[in-house]
């Protein structure tokens, strides 16, 4: 009876050790299965040789992705151009304006210098404060020999010696180089989107998309047999304006 007593214990003893807890390994083991944060949300690791982990796209694959993007883009314009249709006049005219309009750098600048109190400079040498309510001048001491009228789009002023040619407000150099009309010309951007050129230089010492202050020189002058007068104009939605209806001019001729 005893016997049969302990034999049914030791069953149930064994009963229960069988439905026991887990050993902690085990329970470990069961944890490390569960999903980790990225991995819920999408992002899976990668394993290298070197035993690092590593997240889905390698910078070979970023890059090769932009490519795609780039050529399909460019494909895609392509074939805008090329299809003759109505509903692709509106961005044929889009896509025209966005590659001939030059970017509004002068304006650009102002909002910076509004935003941060000092002028945006792309160059070693920033730009120096100067006083903007100051009235504009001509760009060149000199007598005007040919007026607005006889020109068609600008003025000649002749300065007779050497002379420093200053732009007539703060803006950005969209163009310095050399013109088929007016040769050695720097064309100056300005924040209320109006350009200036001026032309027949001597020399130029400014270079291409550099923000220049007010009465800042751009080039020199020296009056020469081939060029004796400096070329000045003032354009402003696509019109040339008569610079003295502009300018404070002492004397016409």
Sequence with gaps: MDKDIRKIRKSIEQRKKSRGRAPDSTKKQLLSLSPEPEERHGYYPVYTGSGELEGKGSPAARIAVKGIL???????TALVWQVDSDALQKPKEWTNQALTDEFPFARANMWYKQAFGRPLSLSPNPVAEVDQSQSMALPVNGNITETFDANGTGI???????SNVSTIKEGVVIFAGNDKETNKTVTVQHADGSVSSYGNLSSIDVHLYQFIS??????????????EMVYFSIEKNDDYID???VIQVDELP
């Design 70 to 76: 780039s050529v399909m883009l460019f494909f895609g």
């Design 156 to 162: 000649m002023i002749e300065p007779g010696e050497t």
């Design 214 to 227: 007010a009465s800042q020189a751009v080039g020199s002058f020296t009056p020469s047999s081939e060029s």
């Design 243 to 245: 610079p003295v209806q």
